[in-house]
């Protein structure tokens, strides 16, 4: 007979670690931010709204909206996301584009090795800010 590990129960007081830090943290974004942006910015069904929007703050969208999609720390606090899209709501952006975000934001996680199940979850925090995004009507 074999004996069982010793170490296969996890701590019911331990906390659990938030997406951001099962991804690996702040180099996971990193890493994933160089992918994503790539895919964005190649897709003809979005990169018009990075048109003419210098490159800092093309990194700076695709650091935070990663960021944020992992539930990690937010390092945009002076700006709000509804502010910060309002005149792309202007041209034009709607849950078509959100969409086309989160398929790149899969795709990027996806050959990162991420599992499923962690890939849902960063789309669903990215989902709840969807209608700041798109300037919807608050409810
Ligand atoms: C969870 C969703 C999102 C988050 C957290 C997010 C985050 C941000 C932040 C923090 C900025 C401001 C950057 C700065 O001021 O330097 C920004 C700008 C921008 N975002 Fe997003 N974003 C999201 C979704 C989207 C989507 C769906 C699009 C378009 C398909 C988009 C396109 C842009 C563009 C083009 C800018 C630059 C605007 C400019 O400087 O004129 N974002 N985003």
């Known amino acids: ?7 296969t129960k996890v701590a019911a007081e331990e906390p659990e670690p938030t997406l951001y830090e099962q991804l690996g943290g702040e180099a996971a974004v990193k890493a994933a931010v160089d992918g994503f ?3 964005v910015l190649a897709d003809d069904r979005v990169n018009g709204f990075f048109k003419g929007v210098d490159m800092d703050r093309q990194r700076a969208m695709q650091t935070a909206f990663l960021t944020f999609a992992f539930g990690g720390p937010n390092h945009y606090e002076g700006k709000d996301l509804r502010a910060a899209h309002a005149h792309l709501v202007v041209k ?22 991420v599992k499923d199940e962690l890939i849902q979850h960063a789309a669903d925090v990215a989902n709840s800010v969807r209608g700041d995004i798109l300037g919807k009507e608050k409810k």
Do not use: C, M, R, W
């Open 92 to 113: 034009g952006l709607n849950d078509t584009h959100f969409d086309v975000i989160l398929e790149h934001l899969g795709a990027t996680l996806k050959e990162l090795g």
């Open 1 to 7: 007979g074999s004996a069982q590990p010793a170490e």
């Open 37 to 39: 942006y790539v895919k």
